[in-house]
């Protein structure tokens, strides 16, 4: 399907440990293996998220340092210097490991972080922290066209998932919770 402009994705659960960040970079993969767009995932978890270590890293940049040099960014070839790239053809904008609490990635920050990447990519795959009640989860939720909710097999899963959508119509995303996919994950312990 043609893509106007910028689509947004979305990965968010109020659980965490459910595979959302491994479901955000496998859809990743597959959109950039498969469509001839620019496909980004960005880590908007500001608690030391790990999608930046899922692929072999090209660079040490983080989405604190692109903020911080959003000024000197003009072209695609500017913003490539702060994402790594998977043989997909997916590149991954890293969270920042670093951040102290008051440096946090918050709304605002979410914000102009797409903002940036909107310009140079058709497709962003957001993945958020555990939970929508954060300061970055609220950026995130404004600046989507889709969520995608992740949930375990299990009975407690799902009922995370449909309170996950009842939370989302209760607070003003009802366009979000009409389109929702759900991804269910079953996880298994391998011996």
Not at 72 to 101: F, H
Not at 125 to 135: K, N, P, R
Request: glycine share 10%.
């Amino acid at each position: 399907t043609p893509i106007t402009g910028c689509r947004k994705v979305a990965f968010i659960s109020r659980k965490g440990g459910v595979g959302k960040t491994t479901t955000c970079l496998m859809v990743g993969h597959t959109f950039a293996a498969y469509r001839g767009d620019r496909v980004v995932a960005f880590d908007a978890n500001p608690d030391a998220g790990t999608l930046g270590h899922r692929l072999r890293r090209e660079t040490s940049e983080t989405v604190a340092t692109l903020l911080r040099d959003e000024q000197m960014i003009g072209r695609y070839a500017d913003v490539r210097a702060y994402t790594s790239q998977a043989p997909s053809r997916l590149e991954v904008l890293a969270g920042d490991e670093r951040s102290e609490i008051e440096d946090t990635l918050g709304s605002l920050d979410v914000s102009r972080a797409v903002g940036l990447l909107e310009h140079h990519y058709n497709l962003l795959c957001l993945d958020t922290a555990a939970g929508v009640l954060g300061s970055a989860s609220q950026g995130v939720l404004a600046a989507a066209d889709q969520v995608v909710i992740v949930s375990p097999t299990s009975l407690d899963g799902a009922r995370v998932a449909s309170s996950t959508l009842d939370w989302l119509v209760e607070h003003g995303h009802d366009g979000l919770a009409s389109s929702a996919v759900a991804v269910l994950n079953g996880i298994t312990n391998a011996p």
